[in-house]
């Protein structure tokens, strides 16, 4: 059994947007009772994490630290078309990831108790951001 | 064919445990021969990684490595309740990993020959880390 | 329906190789029309990534930065036997991951416009690569 589906999100530039409650309601419609849930986002400077769920500033503490260390308009880019925040972006996916593989048990997500799913805008400009989602299993 | 179960480590505090075996047994007792096994942590400061298995060398370079990069106590943190490692322990797992999907091939999981699996506690104190194991395939 | 392949590369040193054709004509011929393909590299000091696919600054940038972020032969490291660039291939690959899963629609890769896959060789040397490849389904 396999289900697959879309989900677009509008961003309003850096920073994290929580799409648990959305995923969740995504795995609950699959009707599957045992397998995985598969949310892959189809872009290259954005990313999907999982991250502490109850202090916001752990996400701003983040993306600061990101920040800082994927230094905007880095001398060292030559790819500085798009601006200066379009590189640092391609470079904080890579590290940071841009899908994520979450168990199904029981017919839910079976996220541990501090995990929440989190879409990482990490352009400047907010964006329409494309997910596919894919459960499969029982 | 989908198989799902739980196991669980103490860990003590920062540093590398193997768990290769563990991870292989369970392949063995799902009866899956071709397919994958995921391996899904269920925190969010503690890693699931593949690393280098035969020199110790390389965990503990990676670990003091990592211990540079992301700085415990760094004062760009907000986050700062749960002590010095909990952020920095956030980040790491950010940029590191919490989950492991390999490959099934004739019963057994089909890691390169210097693929060893580790779970990684990123806190200074030791704790109990549940993992959610999903083996499917034929 | 699960299929599972091997593929073999042989790089010529650090940067970026496209393999997108390749896995694309993987799932085409798997036959699977709604379902997820998992690439795997039984390796730890090389990558697969999801990269921009239209400037290959992209890519030159991004080898430069991770250069830059894990140097090659950092005093920090003890695992030097096998030359400078040894350990920093291995932690590179930790921060950059080592296998993608790919979403399957229509019996194709559901990459966005602008993803392309790589492996990304991390040492110094050239050396044959090995993946498996798992295309799961209907």
Redesign the interface.
Known sequence: M?L?GKLSFETRGRGTLSITAAIREQVRLSGVT???C?V??????ASL????NA?P??R???D??MT???TDG?P????T?EGPDD?SA??R???????L???V?DGQC??????GVYLWEHRSAGHRR?L?I?V???
Chains 1, 2, 3 share one sequence.
Do not use: K
């Open positions: 396999i697959q045992t397998g995985l598969h892959f986002l189809q872009h290259t400077s994490i999982l991250c502490e202090d500033d752990v701003s503490d983040l600061r630290y800082r260390l994927v880095d060292l880019f030559d790819h078309d590189m391609h470079i996916t890579i590290l940071c990831g841009h899908d593989t979450l168990p048990t079976a996220l541990g108790i501090w995990q494309n596919a894919t499969s299993g029982e």
